[in-house]
């Protein structure tokens, strides 16, 4: 079965340390994006990439990096310089298409929590 | 610059009873509008897109969305809710930039059906 598959569900960061998400998929996407999600508000995006070895800054990208060394995979570091990294983690892909009409394909997400 | 406005931060209606879910949006162009539906605890699920083919797009478990091009609107609609319809719902616009595009999201309308 395709999809996206993030790991893991939970995950707890003590402080000073990072902590990466995993995100990985099997739908032969170009494309793939993090997300977070606060309480109440819409998704912002932190870092998107449309090709391997390479990446672009989103709205958010202070205190995450990230990494595309193979197409199916996308893992997020949450470091120590997030002063606020409580949320819950969206990871998506896409095709890549014309004026951006490809939808998204989403994770079930991690959340991540402040020890 | 591309975005939407999601008109109701929550709305709550009876089981068997119509469900709309307002969604203005702002483009310099013909945009890409998605619609997505969020299960607590869980990633976002597309429920129907418009790619400036037919402008009422039928989506799964019964909605469906009328593009509005002179209101900017692409409010979306289900003639019957379910109890299983309760969840968060996001329209989302596809932003278009020089060589790549992104999605802007809404912030988010919460949906409670009552029995």
């Known amino acids: 079965d395709g999809g996206i598959t993030q790991s893991p569900k939970y995950l707890f960061r003590k402080e000073g340390q990072n902590v990466t998400l995993s995100c990985e998929q099997n739908l032969n996407h170009d494309a793939m994006y993090w997300y977070r999600q606060d309480p109440g508000q819409g998704l912002r995006l932190i870092y998107y990439s449309q090709i391997v070895n390479d990446f672009q800054k989103g709205d958010i990208a202070e205190g995450y990096s990230v990494s595309r060394e193979k197409k199916e995979s996308f893992p997020l570091t949450v470091t120590s310089a997030q002063k606020n990294p409580t949320a819950f983690y969206l990871c998506a892909s896409s095709h890549l298409g014309a004026n951006g009409n490809q939808p998204q394909h989403f994770g079930d997400g991690t959340r991540l929590s402040i020890l | ?99 790549d595009y992104k999605l802007s999201f809404g912030a988010g309308t919460t949906v409670t059906v009552r029995a």
Not at chain 2, 16 to 28: E, K, M, Q
């Open chain 2, 1 to 99: 610059a591309q975005s939407v406005t999601q008109l109701d931060s929550h709305v709550s209606v009876s089981e068997g009873t119509p469900v709309l879910l307002r969604c203005n949006y702002s483009s310099s162009y013909s945009p890409s509008l998605f619609w997505y539906v969020q299960h607590p605890n869980k990633g976002l699920q597309l429920l129907l897109k418009y790619t400036s083919a037919a402008t009422l797009v039928k989506g799964i478990n019964g909605f469906e969305a009328e593009f509005k091009k002179s209101e900017t609107s692409f409010h979306l609609t289900k003639p019957s809710a379910h109890m299983s319809d309760a969840a968060e719902y996001f329209c989302v616009v596809s932003v278009v930039s020089r060589s």
